[in-house]
T-cell receptor
Framework: ETGVTQSPTHLIKTRGQQVTLRCSSQSGHNTVSWYQQALGQGPQFIFQYYREEENGRGNFPPRFSGLQFPNYSSELNVNALELDDSALYLC???????????FGPGTRLLVL | AQTVTQSQPEMSVQEAETVTLSCTYDTSESDYYLFWYKQPPSRQMILVIRQEAYKQQNATENRFSVNFQKAAKSFSLKISDSQLGDAAMYFCAYPGAGSYQLTFGKGTKLSVIP
């Protein structure tokens, strides 16, 4: 069984740029959730995708957007990067109807 | 709003000893799940144990067990026979009934002393 994978591992961007992070869900899972984890904090829910549609969103502005593809993989896009967007971005997958989420290794984003 | 509180920012335990990490949560739901995740320095969030609220019996996974007190909205994690590899951040998380959005506590940093 293949676990959740994320790419890239690390990323450095400058303020105002755009970034795309990628996630492949665990085999058999059809739902993907994205979380932002600032240094020293617990993860904060960004949004969830199911059947290629956004299915719930946390308190994040519209410049945070996402996609889910037919193979259940997902992208997180962030436009107009700000310094406060520097964080660890975690992707988690699950089966619809089951509340246990399994996490990937994360992408560390640094905005300069 | 759902809240999850971990009141111990840091804990330490001697190798082979037992330690308990605390978590309280706020909910008006009656059926829900609760989770403990471990995040070592490698950053990957690893599921440690989960508890279903409608089950009376406390969940156990090898050296890890929970003390779930539904009325008190308390969900503590007990680690027995602590090992060096247990050193990590531990997060309590609650999704809420019918919600797949996990709400996390701020975490407890556990150090294991050889």
């Amino acid at each position: 069984e293949t676990g959740v994978t994320q790419s890239p591992t690390h990323l450095i961007k400058t303020r105002g740029q755009q970034v795309t992070l990628r996630c492949s869900s665990q085999s058999g899972h059809n739902t993907v959730s994205w979380y932002q984890q600032a240094l020293g904090q617990g993860p904060q829910f960004i949004f969830q995708y199911y059947r290629e549609e956004e299915n719930g969103r946390g308190n994040f502005p519209p410049r945070f957007s996402g996609l889910q593809f037919p193979n259940y993989s997902s992208e997180l896009n962030v436009n107009a990067l700000e310094l406060d967007d520097s964080a660890l971005y975690l992707c988690a997958s699950s089966r619809r109807g089951e509340e246990t989420q399994y996490f990937g290794p994360g992408t560390r984003l640094l905005v300069l | 709003a759902q809240t999850v509180t971990q009141s111990q920012p840091e804990m330490s335990v001697q190798e082979a000893e037992t330690v308990t990490l605390s978590c309280t949560y706020d909910t008006s739901e009656s059926d829900y799940y609760l989770f403990w995740y471990k995040q070592p320095p490698s950053r990957q969030m690893i599921l440690v144990i989960r508890q279903e609220a409608y089950k009376q019996q406390n969940a156990t996974e090898n050296r890890f067990s929970v003390n779930f007190q539904k009325a008190a909205k308390s969900f503590s994690l007990k680690i027995s026979d602590s090992q060096l590899g247990d050193a990590a951040m531990y997060f309590c998380a609650y999704p809420g009934a019918g919600s797949y959005q996990l709400t996390f506590g701020k975490g407890t940093k556990l150090s294991v002393i050889p």
